[in-house]
């Protein structure tokens, strides 16, 4: 007996080797799938939109702008999937939930820059295109709403005020129509009124400077429009086919290493080594088709192998070793064949050989390989029923 090397990468691809059918077969389940699963997804389309944002005044009340010239492009993101820029995206595109339209859209905000990239994916072309359009003009619109706002209010506030002091212009000028020069208390009046004008100047002095911020007011620009997609994203065939191919060859590798390790036979010379321990001095040639009640010729493939396993076994022997067992490791004729040809192998030689079958095959034993008559046997002979010299019988072949 011996103890069996390391394994190397050479016994590895031995394992590979034997059980290729088995690697290449999950590999082309594998593949198979992989093709199915490419022709069976729907295709997908995607189309970009770059988006510009511009600081406004009302940036600088956003969480981390830390001045009025910084925009908080993270939280930016967060606005373009949030609510109210889905529900006017769904209006402009007239399509249904404003949730399901946000499961289509992604942004992204490339390293060291103040742009938003809008993504819309659906299942064609033109949906896509359409999508990533109206989800950047209704971000603009919103963030341009949002930065307007305070704007609006005070100039909603100074037009309420102008209304009120032009109704008290209105008024006092009718006074001074009903007066006489010369009545009483027309001084003040007019010095009233002349206040009163004077307010009025300023106020729509106010409401043109408001309106022109308003329109000053640039929350962002499209830089880049989304464009009609050329070829959808997904299914990507040779990602899939890759991904697949990667999935099933580990797979098949594993499966032939279970199968070889699994395995309840001795199929190959060579595991002996791995299994027994056990060195092997002869092996029958694959090409060579055991007959159940053959004993092999001297010159055939067969005969050559058995005639080189006696030249082993007899070198092995010493004087007082004149005894081989041949043993069977499992049920069957095996060991009746093997000692048949063993014996013949030795007898061709010049030995004198008596084989002796202790423990009878069921299927073919060496009575039936020698052409003898299974009685009187070893067991008559250990009865003493007859002597041992009456239970040896001459081989004809």
Same mark, same amino acid.
């Given at each position: 007996?011996?103890?069996?090397?390391?394994?190397?990468?050479?016994?590895?691809?031995?394992?590979?080797?034997?059980?290729?059918?088995?690697?290449?077969?999950?590999?082309?389940?594998?593949?198979?799938?992989?093709?199915?699963?490419?022709?069976?997804?729907?295709?997908?389309? &995607?189309?970009?939109?770059?988006?510009?944002?511009?600081?406004?005044?009302?940036?600088?009340?956003?969480?981390?702008?830390?001045?009025?010239?910084?925009?908080?492009?993270?939280?930016?993101?967060?606005?373009?999937?949030?609510?109210?820029?889905?529900?006017?995206?769904?209006?402009?595109?007239?399509? %249904?939930?404003?949730?399901?339209?946000?499961? /289509?859209?992604?942004?992204?905000?490339?390293?060291?820059?103040?742009?938003?990239?809008?993504? $819309?994916?659906?299942?064609?072309? &033109?949906?896509?295109?359409?999508?990533?359009?109206?989800?950047?003009?209704?971000?603009?619109? /919103?963030?341009?709403?949002?930065?307007?706002?305070?704007?609006?209010?005070?100039?909603?506030?100074?037009?309420? &005020?102008?209304?009120?002091?032009?109704?008290?212009?209105?008024?006092?000028?009718?006074?001074?129509?009903?007066?006489?020069?010369?009545?009483?208390?027309?001084?003040?009046?007019?010095?009233?009124?002349?206040?009163?004008?004077?307010? !009025?100047?300023?106020?729509?002095?106010?409401?043109?400077?408001?309106?022109?911020?308003?329109?000053?007011?640039?929350?962002?620009?499209?830089?880049?429009?989304?464009?009609?997609?050329?070829?959808?994203?997904?299914?990507?065939?040779? $990602?899939?086919?890759?991904?697949?191919? %990667?999935?099933?060859?580990?797979?098949?590798?594993?499966?032939?290493?279970?199968? /070889?390790?699994?395995?309840?036979?001795?199929?190959?010379?060579?595991?002996?080594?791995?299994?027994?321990?056990?060195?092997?001095?002869?092996?029958?040639?694959?090409?060579?088709? $055991?007959?159940?009640?053959?004993?092999?010729?001297?010159?055939?493939?067969?005969?050559?192998?058995?005639?080189?396993?006696?030249?082993?076994?007899?070198?092995?022997?010493? /004087?007082?070793?004149?005894?081989?067992?041949? !043993?069977?490791?499992?049920?069957?004729?095996?060991?009746?064949?093997?000692?048949?040809?063993?014996?013949?192998?030795?007898?061709?030689?010049?030995?004198?050989?008596?084989?002796?079958?202790?423990?009878?095959?069921?299927?073919?034993?060496?009575?039936?390989? $020698?052409?003898?008559?299974?009685?009187? %046997?070893?067991?008559?002979?250990?009865?003493?029923?007859?002597?041992?010299? &009456?239970?040896?019988?001459?081989?004809?072949?």
């Amino acid at each position: 007996m011996r103890t069996p090397a390391a394994r190397t990468l050479a016994d590895y691809g031995v394992i590979v080797r034997r059980s290729w059918w088995l690697v290449a077969g999950t590999a082309a389940a594998a593949l198979a799938a992989g093709v199915a699963y490419t022709e069976l997804s729907p295709e997908v389309y &995607e189309s970009t939109a770059s988006v510009l944002v511009l600081p406004t005044a009302s940036d600088t009340a956003v969480q981390g702008a830390r001045t009025a010239g910084q925009v908080n492009l993270d939280t930016e993101a967060q606005l373009v999937k949030s609510t109210e820029v889905a529900d006017a995206a769904a209006d402009a595109l007239g399509a %249904g939930p404003a949730d399901d339209l946000v499961s /289509h859209v992604s942004v992204t905000v490339p390293p060291n820059t103040a742009v938003l990239e809008i993504s $819309f994916q659906a299942g064609s072309p &033109e949906a896509a295109q359409e999508g990533s359009v109206a989800f950047s003009e209704a971000y603009l619109a /919103h963030r341009l709403a949002g930065a307007t706002a305070s704007l609006d209010r005070e100039t909603a506030a100074a037009n309420v &005020e102008l209304e009120t002091v032009n109704g008290e212009i209105a008024a006092a000028e009718d006074r001074l129509d009903d007066m006489d020069p010369g009545d009483g208390g027309r001084s003040g009046l007019e010095s009233d009124l002349e206040d009163l004008q004077s307010r !009025a100047a300023e106020l729509e002095t106010e409401i043109a400077g408001l309106q022109a911020q308003t329109e000053a007011v640039a929350p962002g620009r499209v830089i880049n429009a989304a464009s009609l997609p050329q070829a959808p994203i997904s299914p990507n065939a040779m $990602f899939n086919l890759a991904a697949a191919l %990667g999935a099933g060859l580990p797979l098949g590798l594993m499966l032939a290493w279970a199968r /070889h390790r699994l395995a309840r036979k001795v199929s190959y010379p060579a595991d002996l080594v791995d299994r027994c321990e056990l060195d092997v001095v002869a092996s029958v040639p694959p090409a060579v088709k $055991f007959q159940r009640r053959e004993v092999f010729g001297a010159y055939s493939p067969g005969g050559r192998v058995f005639a080189q396993l006696r030249n082993i076994v007899a070198s092995q022997l010493t /004087h007082d070793q004149r005894v081989i067992v041949v !043993a069977g490791i499992a049920p069957g004729p095996a060991a009746s064949v093997v000692a048949a040809n063993l014996a013949t192998a030795m007898a061709r030689a010049g030995d004198r050989v008596t084989a002796v079958a202790a423990n009878p095959s069921t299927t073919v034993g060496l009575p039936e390989l $020698f052409g003898t008559d299974p009685v009187p %046997g070893l067991a008559d002979a250990w009865s003493g029923r007859i002597d041992l010299t &009456e239970a040896v019988q001459a081989a004809p072949r």
